[in-house]
Structure formats: C-alpha cells, structure tokens
C-alpha cells in the first residue's frame, strides 16, 4: 500500500504514540534491570556510587543500552504478518522514518538521562534514611553531555543496521565494525609501506613521521564521525525502509 511522502505532524504524533506502546515492555525490563542495580549500589554502597561510579555506569546505560535498544526497532520487519501490518499503516515511510530516529536518539537519550537522575536521586534518599549520608546524585558534566552527542551519532549505525539485517542486529552491527576496521588497518599498513619503504633501515625518520600520520588518521576519523556518519546512515535507513514499502 503506497502511502504519501507528505509528512503530518498528526500522523507521526499516532505513530509515534503506536511505538511508545509497543516498545514499552521491553524498555520497561531494561530501564527496570539497570535501576535496579544503581539503586543498590546507592543503598548497599553509598561510598560507591559516587561521580566515578556515574561517570562508568551512566555511559554503559545510555550507549549499550540504546544501542540495543535501536537495533530492535525494525524487528518486526522481519515477521510477514507484523510486517505487513506495519507497512500498511496509514502512515509515510518519511513519517516512520522519522518516528523511530525520534525514537532512537533523543527519544532514548532523553529517557536515559531524566530516568538516571531520578533513580540516583530516588537512592540518595533511601540512602540518607538508612544510613543517614548520601551518595552523590547524577548531575550531567560536560563530559556526560559529549557521551550523549556521541551516542546520538552512534545510534545512526544502528538504525541502519536495525532496518537493514533480519536477524541478530546489534551483533551483525559489531561483526561488520571489526571487519571493517581490520579491512582499514590492512590498507593502513599497506599505506605506510609504500610510504616508509624509502627509510628502510632509517627508524628514527620512520617514526619522525608517525606521529603525523596518526594526526591525520585522528582528524578524518573526527571529521568522519562528528560531521557525516550520522547523516549518511540516517539517510541510508531511509533508502532500505523504503524498499520494504508494499
């Protein structure tokens, strides 16, 4: 069923209401596990749960978290029925589209962010009760907020990657990750043989040059993430999501 590339507020805000409901089980398990092991670490070990213990967990919350979230936001296009039951909502495939990249980046990082909050929050209280001292409540620093702008970026990948295989998503994702880093390190070294194989025999000229090399490596690497792989994956989902329409 073709539906209008035209993008309603009204329809998205349905569809939008339509995911929150369906997904609101599994995020419920996992928000639920992961706030269940903050608040014992408030509780059991307020000289724990400090800024270092936020500082490592709430990383580990909001990327792993998310990006397992993100990969399964596709899942159901890969059962007929559900399929075929999404892809003939009154809906576009812009407005989809849309739906769930809201729902993948600052949907989810804004739910990580509040929920931690108030969960470090919520133990900091139990803890003063009990023990009558408190462990420090999460309060976002500039490092935390740099995590989230990353993690929005990263998110792209796997969005991609949740439209685009049918099966073990977030695993698919890593495993084509590693190959193709180990693919750019073997053209890496390739590189650096056809350059350096004039110095043969002359290492301190070798490595005069390698610091040079890796600053460039760093700068297109940052040029590539920060400015088109978001982008360039949000805009590849939405190529492969419309190849799926009926």
């Known amino acids: 069923m073709h539906q209008s590339n035209v993008f309603s507020v009204a329809r998205a805000w349905h569809a939008l209401r339509a995911d929150l409901h ?29 800024s ?3 500082a490592a967990f709430f990383p580990l919350a909001l990327v792993a978290g998310g990006l397992l979230f993100t990969s399964t936001l596709f899942a159901e296009l890969t059962d007929k029925p559900r399929a075929h039951a999404y892809l003939t909502l009154p ?7 849309m739906v769930r990249l809201l729902l993948s980046t600052v949907g989810y990082a804004a739910v990580a962010l509040a929920g ?14 009990i023990r009558g001292s408190a462990p420090a409540v999460f309060v976002p620093s500039l490092h ?13 990948l796997f969005l991609f990657g949740a439209v685009y295989f049918r099966r073990w998503h977030a695993l698919k994702v890593v495993i084509s990750l590693a190959g193709l880093f180990l693919g750019l390190a073997l053209v890496a070294a390739g590189v650096s043989w056809l350059l350096f194989s004039e110095f043969t025999g002359n290492f301190d000229s070798i490595m005069e040059r390698v610091p040079y090399v890796m600053e460039a490596c760093e700068a297109g690497a940052g ?23 009926v």
Not at 25 to 42: D, E, W, Y
Not at 116 to 129: E, K, M, N, P, R
Not at 144 to 156: A, C, E, P, Q
């Open 116 to 129: 931690y909050f108030l969960v470090t929050l919520l133990g900091a209280g139990i803890s003063q009760l």
């Open 91 to 97: 809906i576009s495939m812009l407005e989809r589209w």
């Open 52 to 54: 270092d213990f936020h």
């Open 144 to 156: 935390d907020w740099r995590i989230v702008l990353g993690y929005l970026v990263s998110s792209s």
């Open 223 to 245: 040029i590539f993430f920060w400015g088109i792989m978001g982008p360039l994956f949000w805009f590849l989902t939405w190529l492969r999501l419309r190849e799926t329409e």
């Open 22 to 50: 369906q997904q609101s089980r599994a995020v419920l398990v996992g928000t639920g596990a992961g706030a269940a092991v903050i608040l014992v670490a408030n509780v059991l070990s307020p000289q724990l749960a400090g």
